[in-house]
Structures are given as structure tokens and as C-alpha cells.
């Protein structure tokens, strides 16, 4: 069982079972809502997904059409994304988990359009548009 919560801690939340690898996204879009140079999000099954505290603090904003962003609407912490259009999965934000993880960076998908000031200096896959399925 893993921990998370946004940075008030007004939204809580489980997620049963083993972590998938860390997906780091450089996209302009995930640049702009973490405000840093990349995002990074864990691919979770809804199904695993358990709010503890908080859901009438979650906030929903469609950055594109069918794509959810969900955040605290205290502290404006974000939380996950979503697809409309696949809703048995859901993208946790890596830095809201609590303590230690035992999961890693996977891969760096949309390289392409990474910022400048950023070097990628790990050994992962490297993706220059979205990552192939």
C-alpha cells in the first residue's frame, strides 16, 4: 500500500498494490502545470485508487479536450490526470507519494519539445513525441 496527499494534506489517498514505472513527460503542457521542467506520473488502475480525505477540495481543469488535471483546491497541488476516454487508468504525480518508493524512472516521452535548461542525464529510453505503444 502506498501514501499520498497534496501539499495542505486536505486530499489523501491509498494506492493498493506495486508501483509501474515513473514516466517522465516533457511535454509544454506537463511544463506548465507542475511548473518545472518535466512531469513525472505512475500509471495506476482506478480500481486502485482510494480517497481517503479531501474530495470536496478536488478541482478539475480540462487542459485538452478529454484530458482532466486534477488538483487541491486549497493548496493547488496536483494530484493526477485522467482520460476521459480511459477512465480504468488514472497518472499520479510521483511527488505526492509519501516516503520511500519502490518504483524508478521508466522512460522520458515527448524530448522533443523538453526545455532547454534541463539536461536528461539518466540512461532511460528517450521518446521524442509520445512513447510508443
Given amino acids: 500500500m502506498h501514501t499520498g496527499s497534496c501539499h495542505c494534506r486536505?486530499?489523501?489517498?491509498?494506492?493498493?498494490?506495486e508501483l509501474?514505472?515513473?514516466?517522465?513527460c516533457h511535454c509544454g503542457d506537463c511544463r506548465k502545470a507542475q511548473g518545472g521542467p518535466?512531469?513525472?506520473?505512475?500509471?495506476?488502475?482506478?480500481?486502485?485508487?482510494?480517497l481517503l480525505s479531501g474530495g470536496d477540495d478536488l478541482r478539475?481543469?480540462?487542459?485538452t479536450p478529454g484530458k482532466e488535471r486534477v488538483f487541491c483546491g486549497r493548496c493547488g497541488g496536483p494530484l493526477f490526470s485522467r482520460l476521459k476516454g480511459k477512465p480504468e487508468v488514472m497518472r499520479i504525480r510521483a511527488g505526492t507519494l509519501d516516503g520511500p518508493v519502490g518504483t524508478q524512472i521508466g522512460?522520458?516521452?515527448y524530448t522533443a519539445s523538453k526545455s532547454n535548461?534541463?539536461?536528461?542525464?539518466?540512461?532511460?529510453?528517450?521518446?521524442?513525441?509520445?512513447r510508443p505503444t
Fill in 38 to 50: 518535466f512531469g513525472t506520473n505512475i500509471p495506476v488502475e482506478t480500481s486502485k485508487f482510494h
Fill in 10 to 17: 486536505a486530499v489523501r489517498f491509498e494506492i493498493e498494490g
Fill in 117 to 130: 535548461w534541463w539536461p536528461i542525464t539518466d540512461d532511460k529510453p528517450q521518446y521524442p513525441d509520445a
Fill in 107 to 109: 522512460f522520458h516521452f
Fill in 60 to 63: 478539475i481543469y480540462e487542459s
Fill in 20 to 24: 509501474e514505472p515513473i514516466q517522465v
